[in-house]
Nanobody, 124 residues
Framework: QVQLVESGGGLVQPGGSLKLSCVAS????????MGWFRQAPGKERDFVAA????????YYADSVKGRFTISRDNAKNTVYLQMNSLRPEDTAVYYC?????????????????WGQGTQVTVSS
């Protein structure tokens, strides 16, 4: 079992920044690929970013490329999502997730463990 706990969400003005954190406990964190997803009210859960466990390969949704950065610190069992130049359309609940297989990282259906989510609201 892997337990994931997100933090760092909040209210921010358009153009502002937030850094989300996701701390993992349980099984060896370093062997899991980690992803961030988001879900706005009435919409499906969408892929945001993912990072493999060893090579450091990263993947981003087109809508966040150049604005968001995913990183991980295996020593701290933590994955981060740095979000810059935030827009109102980034408003959503953000979830981190862990996946054993290092393929299909953009598909939420393939992830094994999920956090409870943290709310991000971008509004003036």
């Amino acid at each position: 079992q892997v337990q994931l706990v997100e933090s760092g969400g909040g209210l921010v003005q358009p153009g502002g920044s937030l850094k989300l954190s996701c701390v993992a406990s349980g099984r060896a964190f370093s062997v899991f690929a980690m992803g961030w997803f988001r879900q706005a009210p009435g919409k499906e859960r969408d892929f945001v970013a993912a990072r493999g466990w060893s090579t450091g390969s990263t993947y981003y949704a087109d809508s966040v490329k150049g604005r968001f950065t995913i990183s991980r610190d295996n020593a701290k069992n933590t994955v981060y999502l740095q979000m810059n130049s935030l827009r109102p359309e980034d408003t959503a609940v953000y979830y981190c997730a862990a996946k054993r297989l290092q393929i299909g990282l953009t598909d939420p259906k393939g992830y094994d463990y999920w956090g409870q989510g943290t709310q991000v609201t971008v509004s003036s």
